[in-house]
């Protein structure tokens, strides 16, 4: 039976990975750690029965008092700031949790379980992206686990650092890591300021759909159940001091993951008559197309032009393949935003900052 420390688990990635481990490891103790930040949601956790403690990973005796009272054998570390646009406008909220925050978690694993343990097996599992590699031309290779680094954000950046001190306390102390760079995830829970909730709450509304550039940049789109698999994968089959590619094997180019997402939205108000009348504003309900909210804005400063993931390592060493076609996840993705409307109605009018400040008065 392992005992989890999960960091940023009341986030988009962190909370689905919660509630997949208490389903296929039940008997597991999983504490959550997170600061509940703008896009962490107390919500997202509730009939996980899991603990939240609501604290900062820079809280080093904080982290270290956590692993001592549970005694805790893993640690996974999702707690980061995670969105590039946020980056550009405010990097230093990057480098205080990505960079300082990793390393904080650092220092307290090695505290507990290297200094003052008797070095028992145990794991440090950290989350890392793809955006540490840089970025692609057409006709290059996938990244591998060997891709030399190359950030161009202060999100990629923070999130490269953050990999390297993990490595070095690796080499240097003997810490049992295992890091995942993942490509673009989607699905239920993820904070609507990411392109596919972001673009498919504003066709719901009506609001414009803001595509940075010729929009013509590509991702590889995971469906996080996928991803949360390959973290499992990488926790049970994973060794100590390896890194592992996680991908959707779903490269697309923005316009075409929009367009796709655009005619869903169409096609599922042809069917339910319902939905035109809880969404007036949107076209869809006016029997117009909902791409014709799309327009043009000037493109992202230092904009990636593509990603794509070479996953050969982990399913040769972890057997990890994605299940979700993306045509599958994200028509699954669309009907759980639609079913859980009190979810991002109350993200988005400010109740549920409104709640957190209630319940946890003094965080
Ligand atoms: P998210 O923004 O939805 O969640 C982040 C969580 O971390 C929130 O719950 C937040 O409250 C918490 N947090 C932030 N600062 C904290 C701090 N100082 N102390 C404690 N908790 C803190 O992000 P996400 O999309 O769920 O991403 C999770 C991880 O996955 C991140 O490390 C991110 O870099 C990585 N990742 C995400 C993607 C993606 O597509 N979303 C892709 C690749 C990698
Ligand atoms: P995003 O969801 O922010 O993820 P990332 O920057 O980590 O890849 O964006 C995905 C892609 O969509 C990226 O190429 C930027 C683009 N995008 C837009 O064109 N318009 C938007 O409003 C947003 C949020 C993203």
Redesign the pocket.
């Given at each position: 039976m392992a005992k989890l420390l999960v960091?940023?688990?009341?986030?988009?990635?962190?909370?689905?990975f919660v509630h997949h481990w208490r389903a296929a490891h039940p008997a597991d103790t999983v504490i959550v750690?997170?600061?509940?930040?703008?896009?962490?949601?107390a919500q997202?956790l509730e009939a996980s029965d899991t603990e939240l403690v609501v604290?900062?990973?820079?809280d080093q005796s904080l982290v270290e008092k956590l692993m001592r009272d549970h005694a805790i054998d893993t640690v996974v570390?999702?707690?980061?700031?995670?969105?590039v646009d946020r980056s550009i406008h405010g990097p230093d909220?990057f480098i205080?949790?990505?960079v300082i925050?990793t390393h904080s978690m650092l220092k307290a694993a090695k505290s507990v379980w290297l200094d003052e343990g008797d070095g028992q097996p145990h794991r440090f599992h950290h989350?890392?992206?793809?955006?540490v590699y840089g970025s692609l031309e057409l006709d290059d290779p996938a990244f591998s686990e060997t891709t030399q680094y190359a950030p161009n954000s202060p999100?990629s950046a923070s999130?490269a650092a953050s990999d390297h001190l993990v490595r070095a306390y690796h080499h240097t102390y003997g810490l049992e890591v295992t890091t995942t760079?993942?490509?673009?995830?989607?699905g239920p829970?993820?904070?609507p300021e990411?392109l596919i909730p972001l673009f498919l709450l504003n066709c719901l509304s009506g609001k414009p759909l803001p595509i940075y550039g010729d929009g013509q940049q590509r991702r590889d789109w995971?469906h996080?159940e996928d991803?949360c698999r390959g973290i499992e994968a990488a926790l049970l089959r994973g060794k100590p001091g390896e890194v592992y590619n996680i991908g959707g094997g779903a490269e697309k180019p923005n316009v075409e993951v929009i367009d796709t997402l655009c005619s869903v939205v169409d096609a599922l108000f042809a069917k339910d008559a319902a939905l035109a009348e809880r969404f007036p504003g949107a076209p869809a309900a006016q029997g117009k197309p909902s791409n014709s909210l799309k327009i043009t804005v000037t493109d992202r400063p230092g904009h990636d032009r593509r990603y794509a993931i070479d996953e050969s390592k982990a399913r040769a060493e972890l057997d990890y393949a994605a299940k979700w076609s993306f045509e599958d996840g994200l028509d699954a993705t669309i009907r759980w935003y639609l079913e859980n409307e009190a979810w991002w109605r109350a993200i988005m009018d400010g109740t549920y900052r409104q709640w957190v400040e209630r319940n946890y008065d003094g965080r």
């Open positions: 960091t940023g688990g009341a986030g988009f990635i962190g909370a689905n750690l997170d600061a509940l930040t703008y896009s962490g949601n997202n604290g900062d990973i820079g570390h999702f707690a980061a700031e995670s969105h909220a205080e949790t990505n925050g989350i890392s992206t793809d955006e999100y999130k760079n993942c490509s673009n995830n989607y829970y993820q904070f990411k995971l996080v991803h």
